[in-house]
């Protein structure tokens, strides 16, 4: 029985697979192959097969997912995973894989908006439903940093394999993979065909010819897809938590935006890169004051310029009026004028709170950066100042 080269543990953990920017993924600890499969589980093990047999950098999930439909999934529990007849268990065993999970637990049925299995994707409401879970789906195999995934969206209907696709651009990451398996003819789409087999093995074309053909003879072939990562763009609350595909897809297209900032100083927020961002009136001012001297074309400033605490404490007031406590502790501090210490502060929870919201790529136009070397260091916002915006200013 043909087994494949002697298969070598993996690294305890990615960092050891990086190769520059561009992961060998073969060597994450985790590696799951996702498919999407509809009437022909088939795509699962041509994949697997073409993955793990190949002479050039060969690729072993560690597990194999599927996202189908009803049907699709008890297609898939018992041509694949039958005990006896299993075909995926025959092409580990006619190849001598090494233990890939693969089990009805790891097969994600689809469901509609009312919670019944989907039995296909006809209409728009189906659609919808299959597209928020495939990119759910998505977003959770790739929030593990020790993992690396690859997609085939060569099985299923042509809108899963396109939302399947779409998914892991808005949530891929380097170590990240897409594929088309390509099956030569006459075996592509047939019925009894899985895998070429290592032994012959005789299946016959459909009636009137029935002719026969021996699956050893098949070719299979993996059509790798490049793919644009747009991951570091996306709001850090879309990469953490669900969203529907629609929202991602917005976000992504507002990150993709040219950038706009907006102070709302009296709702306590400001407005960037499409998010809505919370900040308390201490940190409101510091930026409102720095945001006010890029619009009016002044330098950044330093915790040593002149007036530069009043200027600070001006901008507070505007924002949480002459009675607020936290003013008067903020103007007893800094009785005497800006501190190193009470300067950075501010300008760190910031920073903090704006890449918490947007993530690092998406944040990086809106933060307090520094400009000079040390020890003249000046800070302030580089956004262009016609970006910039003010609302809701109390008088």
Avoid at 128 to 137: G, L, R, S
Avoid at 178 to 190: G, K, R
């Amino acid at each position: 029985m043909p087994r494949l080269h002697p298969f070598n543990d993996p690294p305890s953990h990615p960092s050891s697979a990086m190769s520059g920017t561009h992961p060998d993924s073969s060597h994450f600890p985790r590696r799951i192959l996702l498919a999407v499969t509809g009437l022909s589980p088939q795509i699962v093990t041509e994949t697997l097969f073409v993955l793990a047999t190949r002479e050039c950098d060969p690729w072993i999930p560690t597990e194999i997912h599927l996202i189908t439909t009803a049907e699709g999934a008890e297609r898939a529990r018992l041509s694949l995973l039958h005990p006896k007849s299993g075909w995926f268990l025959r092409l580990c065993r006619d190849y001598g894989l090494p233990p890939i999970r693969f089990d009805s637990d790891l097969i994600h049925e689809l469901h509609a908006a009312d919670g019944m299995p989907l039995t296909d994707i006809r209409t728009l409401d189906d659609n919808t439903a299959a597209a928020d879970a495939i990119t759910e789906q998505v977003r959770i195999l790739t929030a593990d940093p020790h993992a690396a995934l690859h997609v085939s969206i060569a099985g299923g209907r042509k809108t899963m394999g396109f939302y399947l696709g779409y998914a892991l651009s808005l949530y891929g990451r380097p170590q990240d993979r897409l594929s088309h398996v390509l099956v030569s003819a006459p075996y592509e789409s047939h019925p009894q065909f899985f895998y070429p087999t290592p032994e012959s093995d005789v299946i016959h074309t459909p009636p009137p010819d029935s002719r026969p053909y021996d699956t050893r003879d098949a070719r299979v072939t993996l059509a790798e897809i490049p793919f644009v990562r747009v991951r570091d763009g996306l709001p850090q609350r879309l990469i953490e938590g669900a969203a529907s595909f629609s929202a991602t897809v917005e976000a992504a297209q507002r990150a993709l935006a040219p950038s706009r900032l907006i102070l709302d100083l009296a709702g306590g927020r400001i407005h960037a890169g499409g998010e809505a961002i919370a900040l308390p009136p201490a940190s409101l001012a510091f930026y409102a004051m720095l945001a006010r001297r890029r619009v009016e074309g002044l330098d950044g400033v330093r915790w040593t310029d002149d007036g530069i605490a009043r200027a600070y404490l001006v901008c507070y007031r505007e924002i949480d009026g002459d009675l607020s406590s936290g003013l008067e502790r903020a103007a007893k501090a800094l009785s005497e004028g800006m501190t190193k210490d009470y300067f950075d502060q501010r300008k760190s929870r910031v920073n903090s709170a704006i890449e918490k919201a947007l993530g690092p790529q998406l944040a990086a136009a809106y933060l307090i950066h520094p400009d000079g070397a040390r020890p003249q260091t000046r800070f302030g916002l580089t956004l262009d100042a016609g970006a910039i915006g003010f609302v809701g200013k109390r008088s």
